[in-house]
């Protein structure tokens, strides 16, 4: 190997370790010793955002219904506003000072009648005022009618201790806690994407198309959950094309 191939060949391997350890040093969130070998933490450049299309997300979100006015309007539609659960779980720790009713009416009609001949005398006398053609010695009708009617009350005053409905009535705690959170979660995610699509729309059709797609998928699902009151006053995808 000559002299100028093996200056060139050492020239070219320390050019790639400097360039190497520049590379390494000056990645984004590392930390590198200066020259006092204190540890200096490189942070990547911010992103700059334009102010004007930050006030217009700013503008779309205080025109959408807040947060706790949607979460009471899904309460509301699916009978779980905290008022009613409450009243509910108060109705069935009381339910044993109210008795169980029960009331019954019965009717008997009966008719009975009785002919008796005499053994001695078969031909009795037979008055225009009293006919008596079959000449029975005596003849006696009895009517039974009879008319009963009951009303009985139970009172089941254990349950004033313990009743297994006011343990219904509390699961539905747990219904009304999903379902705010459920709310929430999809709230916020549709928020997301709508910054996205203001502040960084996709260069791409196909993936403006899927953002815009994504944020009718929210609407309709947070409308559902409300019965219908979210989706005229939300925002829409459209109002920015």
Known sequence: MTRNKLTTILVTGAIAIALGGVSSAEQPGEEIEGEDETPVRITPAKQKIDKAKLKRVYKVIKAEPEIKQVQKW??????????????????????????????????????????????????LPNPPQNPNPENFKERVSQTNDNLTWRVRAVWSLDKLVFNSEALDAMSLTSLQENLVREVTTLYYARRRVIASLLLSPPGDELELFFEMTRLDELTATVDGLTGGKFADKAWSAEDAL
């Open 74 to 123: 899904a309460l509301r539609y699916h009978d779980l506003n905290p008022g009613r659960v409450k009243a509910l779980q108060r109705n069935a720790r009381l339910k044993g000072l109210f008795p169980e009713v029960e009331a019954g009416l019965d009717n008997s009609v009966g008719n009975s009648f009785t002919n008796t001949r005499d053994g001695l005398f078969p031909i």
